[in-house]
């Protein structure tokens, strides 16, 4: 990678949260129009499970030191596809994303070597005004693979939540009862099994791998129908900054699928959030879900706010 005169790319620390921060601020502000990362999201990517920001991340900087470009590598499973994310300065730092993610490409190819696999599936995003990032993941070898998509709703008109169907009932999940987060688990397990990403993970490591961000118990819930298991929803504060509720994860058994568990589950987080002052209820989707989740959305007053889509090519291992 060829760098202006006095620019340097090394290898990132702790120290330079700060400095990151500015780049994905940045990034993120012309990706989606606001900040979308703190200073916890930086500590977090850099200090995460399978990444060691000596091999798997780069940061650059201008001649006075200040970070225009920070790359790095996100596996929190240690199984399955790679992430790969490169942020810029779009002021500044465009002309680097191309060579950062050869780089990244690279690393990936290393830790494909290192697991022993022929091969790994690397992904990563672009937005809607990320034309020029598309087209340079498509020059790289990355095809389009599907999109998600943002969706929300004021809750300054939310109405007062309606009583379940029949025979369904919506209660919060008791967190200390090692039953009920087994049983949480297992409606999550069960219900994503039938979806194309999902990389299933034994109850003790999905527990483990629960941000802190995504530990407020209150708003996790379990539905049933007729006294038998149904569903599941778990919150998370990552939009808490912007006044938002955020549905984490929304899991229903198929067997219970079209009977309103959904509904019901959502319409009882987006009342607790409204009664903490949340000013709207988000959640992602993604539109190659087969159970269609988006008529579902729609129905309890979601709406798409933004898109992005996701990309991915195979890298070989060295010498495949």
Request: hydrophobic share 45%; aromatic share 8%.
């Amino acid at each position: 990678m060829t760098l202006p005169a006095g620019w340097t790319a090394r290898r990132p620390t702790l120290d330079d949260v700060p400095a990151i921060l500015a780049v994905v601020h940045a990034a993120d502000t012309f990706a989606v129009g606001h900040p979308d990362f703190d200073a916890d999201d930086v500590r977090d990517a850099l200090t995460a499970p399978f990444v060691d920001p000596a091999r798997d991340s780069w940061l650059v900087t201008d001649p006075d030191g200040t970070a225009v470009a920070w790359s790095i590598l996100g596996n929190p499973t240690g199984v399955g596809r790679e992430w790969v994310d490169v942020l810029v300065d779009p002021a500044r730092g465009v002309e680097l994303r191309a060579p950062l993610l050869a780089r990244l490409l690279d690393r990936v190819a290393e830790r494909a070597a290192e697991r022993g696999v022929p091969a790994l599936t690397a992904r990563t995003g672009a937005c809607a005004p990320e034309t020029r990032w598309a087209g340079e993941l498509v020059a790289a070898g990355f095809t389009r693979v599907k999109r998600y998509v943002r969706m929300s709703r004021s809750l300054a008109d939310l109405p007062a939540e309606p009583a379940p169907p029949a025979g369904v009932t919506v209660r919060p999940l008791r967190p200390d009862d090692e039953a009920d987060l087994r049983l949480f688990h297992r409606i999550h397990d069960t219900a994503f099994r039938d979806t194309l990403d999902y990389e299933p993970l034994d109850f003790a490591r999905w527990r483990e791998l629960i941000p802190a961000y995504g530990r407020v118990w209150d708003e996790w819930f379990l539905a049933e129908v007729d006294g038998e298991p149904a569903g599941a929803l778990q919150s998370s504060d990552q939009a808490v900054e912007h006044g938002s509720g955020w549905v984490r994860t929304l899991s229903v058994l198929p067997t219970h699928r079209r009977r309103g568990v959904g509904a019901a589950l959502l319409r009882r987080a987006f009342a607790v959030y409204a009664a903490k002052g949340r000013v709207r209820a988000g959640l992602g989707v993604d539109l190659a879900n087969p159970t269609a989740p988006v008529t579902l959305y729609r129905s309890v007053g979601l709406v798409e706010e933004r898109w992005t889509d996701m990309y991915e090519r195979t890298v070989p291992a060295p010498g495949v």
